[in-house]
């Protein structure tokens, strides 16, 4: 939870929420349904990127019946709506500086609209 003058709660040294929604046909996700965020410093045109992953506290046991492996036409036509919300500080290992950023989120093949984002010390 953000509050004024307090550290983000995932220990990053900013709170800089991407909010985002995305529906794709399930077909489409299946090679690579990975959230990845990209950050280009507008000054140094360095890029710095990060992939949207949390680790699951799950178990690593087999299910307990076989299960056919998925093609991408059992999936066709069924689509997946998804709203996302991340610090990207906390996915993306960004300077701890004032600089100006355009931001990317990508998911396989398909790309967001791009972003201004800056980042300004707090004095």
């Known amino acids: 939870e953000f509050e004024v003058n307090k550290p983000a709660s995932d220990s990053a040294f900013a709170?800089?929420?991407?909010?985002g929604y995305y529906q794709l046909d399930m077909?489409?996700?299946?090679?690579?349904?990975?959230?990845?965020?990209?950050?280009?410093d507008i000054e140094t045109e360095v890029i710095y990127r990060g992939v949207l992953v949390d680790e699951d506290a799950g178990t690593d046991a087999p299910?307990?019946?076989?299960?056919?492996?998925?093609?991408?036409?059992?999936?066709?036509?069924?689509?997946?709506?998804?709203?996302?919300?991340p610090n990207l500080a906390k996915y993306i290992k960004l300077?701890?500086?004032?600089?100006?950023y355009k931001v990317v989120v990508?998911?396989?093949k398909f790309k967001s609209n791009m972003v201004d984002l800056k980042v300004t010390k707090k004095h």
Request: glycine share 4%; charged share 25%; hydrophobic share 45%.
């Open 95 to 100: 300077p701890k500086k004032s600089a100006s």
């Open 106 to 108: 990508q998911i396989g």
């Open 63 to 85: 299910l307990p019946f076989d299960e056919p492996e998925l093609e991408a036409e059992d999936l066709r036509g069924q689509l997946l709506s998804v709203y996302f919300n």
């Open 15 to 19: 709170a800089i929420p991407v909010c």
């Open 27 to 40: 077909a489409d996700l299946l090679e690579s349904s990975a959230i990845h965020l990209f950050a280009k």
